[in-house]
């Protein structure tokens, strides 16, 4: 019987002999030991830390013994009608490190197991997910941030609706300087009830307050998402990102550095940076001019930060932005009204998993991806420590005029590349500092046999595709999107 403070964690009394108890909210990992002549046992056993929702879909771990390690494995994994691809994916997925998940698609991809579009289907249907308990939760969770393992505090809300077969939208919303992600959901529990939305949040890596546009903070928040995604049937074309103050700086730092995973973005008196070094994601306007976009920010706050998101909506608008929004509240200092948003219309938005055109402006090499596109090579100038010239009447602008220029001067340091599917095969892009991209495409992009043509630099370059395992099972264990599923590799030049 598990009762408790769901805030505060709750205690699980120990299952009988035999027992099997349902899978809940929770962390699981799997202990994956090779037996001869079968193959991988895949025994879900809890590993989290302050766990409140009782052990996995398995005999009770107090219970079981090495001695029946084979059995179960044998029951698990042997099937007259072949390979076990969904547990084989599933071992792909859980796999710590981005490293660790790419050799191991790349061994798995030469075992050959089952033929392409078998592998397909079996990426489409992806996920086997239990009946989570309504309300919200708390856990410690370990979770893989950067090149260590990190407990992280994770909340996560459930609405009544939730029906594990069904996916579902989710909002990953950080929470304001000073506070944790314990209650962040009550903002959003009548919205979630209403359109049936995952509410996770958690509590900040970091031991000193505020936000610090750190490649920790967002790797951690990128690993909690992750984690969501598998303990939920999370709809990977509706993850919507947010926050409150220091978490509404959150927001827009995963959303320019990471546009192609979200639906929508509602950062709440919270805004982007600009300033000269790594910490500018201002200069990855363009990343969201696609994106729907609300938000709200109150008037009498702090000068800087509204000349910065007044800057980025400024520049939203001139770049044909046509679903971003910026409500202001005159009366009102570091604070909004979030009662003003029409949030089940917002909600409903969906994410393209593969749209016709892809626009991805980067300078950080670990961050060129946008969707099926993503740089390779480019220009030594585009850096994250890359500094500007700016004109000769800097210093006679005011603070809005020298942060427009310096940001309008930051794109010439800024690699940007935009690519066109114009079907058929054929493909038309256009860079700036890029010398090389990669093209990830799906059977539904390729042209007759393969062909592939791209116009680039007015140049065609013209490449035939072949089809291979290893490009889908890699993709799908770094990102397991089953609504986007390329098959095929092409590099350009």
Not at 20 to 49: D, I, Y
Not at 223 to 238: F, K, M, P, Y
Not at 427 to 451: H, I, M, R, S
Request: charged share 20%.
């Amino acid at each position: 019987m598990a009762v408790a403070d769901p805030l505060l964690g709750s205690q699980t009394s120990p299952p009988r002999f035999g027992e099997v108890m349902p899978l809940q909210a929770g962390t699981a990992r799997c202990l994956r030991e090779p037996v001869p002549g079968v193959g991988r046992a895949a025994v879900p056993w809890s590993t989290a830390v302050g766990h409140d929702s009782g052990w996995g879909n398995v005999v009770a771990p107090a219970t079981f013994s090495p001695v029946f390690a084979p059995i179960l494995t044998t029951i698990l994994l042997v099937s007259p009608q072949g390979p076990d691809l969904a547990a084989e994916l599933a071992h792909l997925v859980d796999l710590p490190t981005a490293t660790e998940r790419r050799a191991a698609a790349e061994a798995l991809a030469k075992q050959n197991l089952a033929p392409l579009d078998a592998w397909r289907a079996a990426c489409a249907s992806f996920g086997t997910f239990a009946a989570l308990e309504p309300g919200p939760s708390r856990q410690k969770v370990e979770l893989h941030v950067l090149d260590e393992t990190v407990p992280v505090e994770v909340f996560l809300f459930v609405p009544k609706g939730y029906d594990p077969k069904t996916p579902a939208p989710l909002l990953l919303w950080g929470h304001g300087a000073g506070g944790t992600g314990a209650r962040e959901y009550l903002q959003w529990e009548a919205v979630a009830e209403r359109v049936g939305l995952l509410v996770l949040a958690i509590t900040s890596v970091e031991r000193t307050p505020g936000y610090h546009f750190s490649p920790r903070e967002r790797a951690a928040a990128l690993a909690a998402l992750r984690w969501a995604r598998r303990q939920a049937n999370v709809d990977e074309n509706a993850v919507f990102v947010g926050g409150w103050s220091q978490g509404g700086h959150q927001a827009w730092d995963l959303a320019l550095r990471h546009p192609d995973l979200f639906a929508g973005m509602l950062p709440v008196v919270g805004g982007p940076r600009l300033e000269i070094g790594p910490k500018n994601n201002l200069r990855y306007l363009d990343n969201v001019v696609h994106l729907p976009i609300v938000d709200l920010q109150g008037s009498q706050d702090d000068p800087l930060l509204l000349l910065n998101v007044r800057l980025a909506f400024a520049r939203l608008q001139k770049a044909g932005a046509k679903q971003a929004t910026l409500r202001e509240f005159p009366d009102l200092g570091h604070s909004a009204e979030l009662g003003v948003v029409d949030w089940p219309a917002f909600f409903a938005r969906r994410r393209t998993p593969r749209p016709a055109r892809v626009v991805r402006v980067a300078a950080e090499p670990t961050e060129v991806r946008a969707s099926w596109v993503e740089l390779g090579k480019v220009h030594g100038s585009a850096r994250p420590d890359a500094q500007p010239t700016v004109s000769a009447s800097f210093a006679t602008l005011d603070e809005a005029g020298q942060r427009a220029q310096l940001h309008d001067r930051y794109a010439t340091v800024t690699a940007r590349l935009q690519v066109d599917d114009k079907g058929g095969g054929k493909f038309v892009a256009d860079g700036k500092l890029v010398a090389g991209f990669t093209l990830l495409l799906e059977p539904a992009q390729l042209g007759k046999d393969g062909a592939c043509e791209v116009r680039w630099q007015n140049k065609p370059v013209k490449k035939t595709a072949k089809p291979d395992v290893a490009v889908l099972l890699r993709e799908f264990a770094e990102r397991f999107d089953r609504t986007f599923l390329p098959v095929a590799q092409v590099q350009v030049p």
